[in-house]
């Protein structure tokens, strides 16, 4: 299983709040205690180390020294984004695994213990999207979010990615991951829609953190800055 930790986004939504990237954001290890703290990214990268040693971080063409930095501390590797990648799956594609499982996470998601085990433990061969359908009532995010797909099939999933590439200048409004799923399932791309078995629900602490209020809301940053 190869996991890849996409990081390589224009970060337009975070705005250089707290003087960093979202990916270096403080953030506690543990829901229940204060300390120890670490940066969102470095803690992603801690937990991965129980599950696989096939780490691969994608990083901005602008600036990837401290996520060079990140990832050999890890042990993981870099990729240096293209400067016409266009979502993470553009960004991520050059390190798909050609044989076997490749699973993206995206990188500004805080992990559960219990959400990272559902994703990297699963065994269906298809593609899967992992997220939540509708607001969080753990963290108060209002609306559903995508943390992370895997596949076994890099070639199946070129073809999504590029009917993504197609589909996006006519539902901008739409992120990427959910355009994927809307085609995967065959529903109206403008619609949200959720269905098995290409849906997994994850629905805890597990979130995205996007923009400042995010990070202010979530109960592993609340008092942190």
Same mark, same amino acid.
Request: proline share 7%; aromatic share 8%; with cysteine.
């Given at each position: 299983?190869?996991?890849?930790?996409?990081?390589?986004?224009?970060?337009?939504?975070?705005?250089?709040?707290?003087?960093?990237?979202?990916?270096?954001?403080?953030?506690?290890?543990?829901?229940?205690?204060?300390?120890?703290?670490?940066?969102?990214?470095?803690?992603?990268?801690?937990?991965?180390?129980?599950?696989?040693?096939?780490?691969?971080?994608?990083?901005?063409?602008?600036?990837?020294?401290?996520?060079?930095?990140?990832?050999?501390?890890?042990?993981?590797?870099?990729?240096?984004?293209?400067?016409?990648?266009?979502?993470?799956?553009?960004?991520?594609?050059?390190?798909?695994?050609?044989?076997?499982?490749?699973?993206?996470?995206?990188?500004?998601?805080?992990?559960?213990?219990?959400?990272?085990?559902?994703?990297?433990?699963?065994?269906?061969?298809?593609?899967?999207? %992992?997220?939540?359908?509708?607001?969080? #009532?753990?963290?108060?995010?209002?609306?559903?979010?995508?943390?992370?797909?895997?596949?076994?099939?890099?070639?199946?999933?070129?073809?999504?990615?590029?009917?993504?590439? #197609?589909?996006?200048?006519?539902?901008?409004?739409?992120?990427?991951?959910?355009?994927?799923?809307?085609?995967? #399932?065959?529903?109206?791309?403008?619609?949200?829609?959720?269905?098995?078995?290409?849906?997994?629900?994850?629905?805890?602490?597990?979130?995205?953190?996007? %923009?400042?209020?995010?990070?202010?809301?979530?109960?592993?940053?609340?008092?942190?800055?």
């Amino acid at each position: 299983m190869r996991v890849v930790v996409a990081a390589a986004g224009p970060q337009t939504k975070w705005g250089g709040h707290l003087g960093v990237r979202s990916h270096f954001a403080p953030v506690r290890v543990f829901l229940d205690q204060q300390r120890p703290v670490l940066p969102l990214l470095e803690r992603t990268l801690l937990a991965l180390g129980a599950y696989t040693a096939d780490v691969w971080v994608t990083a901005p063409a602008d600036v990837p020294g401290p996520y060079e930095g990140l990832a050999r501390a890890y042990r993981a590797r870099l990729h240096t984004a293209g400067r016409d990648a266009v979502n993470e799956l553009d960004a991520s594609r050059p390190v798909w695994s050609g044989e076997g499982r490749t699973v993206l996470l995206l990188g500004d998601v805080y992990w559960t213990d219990t959400a990272l085990a559902t994703v990297l433990g699963c065994g269906d061969a298809g593609v899967r999207v %992992f997220g939540r359908e509708h607001a969080s #009532q753990t963290t108060g995010t209002p609306w559903g979010e995508i943390f992370a797909l895997s596949w076994t099939d890099s070639t199946r999933m070129g073809l999504l990615a590029d009917a993504v590439r #197609q589909a996006h200048p006519g539902h901008p409004e739409v992120r990427p991951g959910w355009l994927a799923l809307r085609l995967l #399932q065959g529903t109206p791309l403008g619609e949200h829609t959720v269905r098995a078995p290409w849906w997994v629900e994850i629905d805890d602490a597990t979130d995205d953190i996007d %923009f400042p209020a995010d990070y202010a809301r979530h109960p592993a940053t609340k008092g942190l800055a």
